[in-house]
């Protein structure tokens, strides 16, 4: 009894690894540094700035809290992960007081207040998060699309995929869905610093499970629930993928909801905790005012937790009831069965979905700004469907009718397939579709008669709809081979031609009219055959009708166009303008060769 009486016993939990707070946050902060590294790739060094005045009000916050109640200093570095963490899920370009505020409440309100490490009610980092989205709202939905390599540049404000903005058409060669994983998985996109490379943000999570610190339950069981309601929300097994990689979802997971001390302490809760965390995020991203959810899940969870570490207790070995039975083990099972139930749903689910989504036409990102295109999809038979939009002058009213129509190219058959008029004169000047529907581009470029009973109104609306199904054969034809390698100054793809034979490039320019003080933007659809220009097609050019004299490069060789010095046409400075910039378009063309 003596030797028993010279022990110490302390509270638990337990541990015999010699793990200590200062390890597991050293832990926490290597596993945060490849979403650093990511962040500032893309956003500059603005963002490491952010982070790094982020980690500083936290740390002093942290000290000064201590010097006032006279307690002492602390350096087990768990002000510093939670400086990184809020730092990581601000937006690049944010005011540099935004982390100092969000910071010190962090450190000072949620964590201090309620008696330091261990005894916050919630994850300092998401509930910081929380409050500077309510009182910063337009500051926090600020983002910046991705710039790598150019570390100091300011950036255009941009809406990210959650919010409404569009993901590009093709990424590092690939196209179209597969394309937008692959730019949402590697963080070429706008959204909160840290959080957009999936693949630091899987690399840190890895680290984090490999060296134990963090429960494997919680951000598998999240994203599985996550990917169930999304599926079942958007009805779209693509839409499901594209939120998992989007937003603070993965970095939650992993980073946040994971935090020892506002986690269940109870491995049967945290399969719980980890359920409600998922749910509740796509409830607020599908029916709440905020597209990202992740933070304030994790807030709600949190305050959940310690209800569930009351009441949802794990069974003793050898538990017995009152009449010496043995304790079933109801509520580990339940949770067994509620992760078995969400594998099952979205392993029985996503081949539905998916292969209900695979008939649907996918929208197909435009590679330049069309006259008159204004949307482009396409499904697996490679009819595209477009949405274009013009006007029609009618001058025996000076009137401008506006014109949309929807059109559908067939490329298989290489035909107009139909066409649906969705705004059109109210004075009944409408378009003959019969005169391009079932028409190849040949027979709608060749067409001279697009009178409609001798009426000339809306004659000017057919020769409007011309021109929009023309550019719509263009731009099918295009896409369907399109390269996706942009090159030089000018040109933003290159493809084969089906329609003229030959390389088509898609050149964009512009020439600049001095004595108009106005710049003219430039599309053109050239296609080389050999050395030889054999088809320019003008998608746009000057509102002013300075237009360019193709004459002037078409059947010309390169040597030949090098040679041009007489850009003039009928002695209009101009025109000579946007000659010149063409010129320079087409050589860039012939320099770029034929088919790769």
């Known amino acids: 009894m003596s ?6 016993s302390a509270p638990s939990p337990h541990r015999s690894d010699g793990a200590s707070v200062r390890r597991i946050m050293l832990d926490v902060l ?10 500032v790739a893309y956003f500059g060094l603005y963002a490491l700035l952010l982070v790094f005045l ?5 740390f002093a916050g942290e000290q000064l809290y201590n010097l006032v109640r006279k307690k002492p200093f602390t350096f087990d570095l768990s002000a510093l992960v939670t400086g990184m963490i809020l730092g990581l899920n601000l937006p690049p370009r944010a005011p540099w007081y935004i982390p100092l505020i969000g910071g010190v409440f962090a450190i000072v309100v949620v964590k201090m207040f309620f008696g330091g490490l261990g005894k916050n009610f919630a994850n300092p980092a998401a509930a910081a998060r929380v409050f500077l989205l309510l009182a910063y709202g337009s500051v926090m939905a600020s983002y910046i699309g991705a710039q790598p390599g150019d570390l100091l540049a300011d950036g255009e404000t941009g809406a990210t995929w959650l919010s409404g903005g569009a993901l590009a058409g093709s990424f590092l060669g690939v196209r179209g869905y597969w394309g937008e994983i692959l ?6 996109i706008g959204g909160s610093i840290g959080e957009t490379c999936k693949l630091a943000v899987f690399a840190g999570g ?3 499970l490999a060296r134990k610190v963090i429960d494997w339950r919680i951000p598998l069981v999240c994203c599985l629930t996550a990917a169930v309601f999304a599926l079942f929300f958007y009805g779209s097994a693509r839409d499901m993928l594209r939120h998992l990689l989007s937003g603070g979802l993965l970095f939650g997971s992993f980073f946040m909801a994971t935090d020892y001390a506002t986690s269940p302490k109870w491995k049967i809760n945290r399969i719980l905790y980890a359920f409600g965390i998922g749910a509740l995020t796509m409830i607020i991203r599908r029916f709440g005012i905020y597209p990202e959810g992740m933070s304030l899940a994790i807030l709600f969870m949190n305050l959940l937790v310690p209800v569930m570490d009351r009441f949802i207790l794990p069974v003793r070995f050898g538990q017995t009831d009152k009449n010496g039975r043995p304790v079933p083990h109801v509520a580990a099972w339940t949770m067994r069965g509620l992760c078995i139930a969400l594998a099952a749903v979205l392993a029985a689910a996503t081949p539905a979905y998916a292969a209900a989504e695979y008939d649907e036409p996918q929208k197909v990102a435009l590679p330049a700004s069309y006259s008159f295109i204004r949307g482009m999809a396409a499904d697996r038979d490679r009819v595209y469907y477009f949405t274009a939009e013009g006007e029609a002058y009618l001058d025996e009213y000076n009137y401008t009718q506006p014109l949309a129509f929807e059109i559908e190219i067939d490329t298989a058959s290489g035909v107009v397939r139909d066409i649906r008029p969705i705004t059109q004169s109210t004075m009944g000047y409408k378009a003959e579709l019969s005169l391009f529907i079932g028409k190849t581009y040949e027979e709608v470029a060749a067409l001279t008669d697009l009178s409609a009973d001798s009426n000339l109104s809306a004659t000017f609306t057919n020769t409007a709809l011309k021109g929009m199904v023309e550019e719509c054969f263009l731009a099918a034809d295009f896409d369907k081979n399109r390269k996706f390698e942009r090159g030089g100054e000018y040109i933003v793809d290159r493809a084969h031609s089906e329609l003229f034979g030959g390389t088509a ?3 964009a320019g512009s020439a600049y009219l001095s004595e108009y003080d106005y710049t003219q933007p430039l599309l053109y659809y050239i296609v080389v055959e050999g050395d030889t220009v054999s088809s320019i097609v003008p998608l746009m050019q000057s509102t002013m009708g300075y237009t360019a ?3 002037l490069f078409l059947g010309k060789t390169r040597a030949e166009i090098e040679g041009l010095t007489d850009l003039s046409a009928d002695s209009d400075t101009s025109a000579t303008h946007t000659n010149q910039a063409l010129k320079e378009m087409v050589l860039e063309c012939l320099a770029a060769g034929g088919e790769k």
Do not use: K
Request: charged content about 10%; hydrophobic content about 55%; glycine content about 6%.
């Open 3 to 8: 030797e028993i009486a010279n022990y110490r």
């Open 30 to 39: 290597i596993a945060l540094l490849p979403c650093l590294v990511c962040g």
């Open 54 to 58: 982020c980690m500083a009000a936290c």
């Open 183 to 188: 730019q949402l998985f590697l963080g070429n």
């Open 206 to 208: 890895v680290y984090l």
């Open 505 to 507: 490039f898609l050149a």
């Open 549 to 551: 004299e193709l004459s």
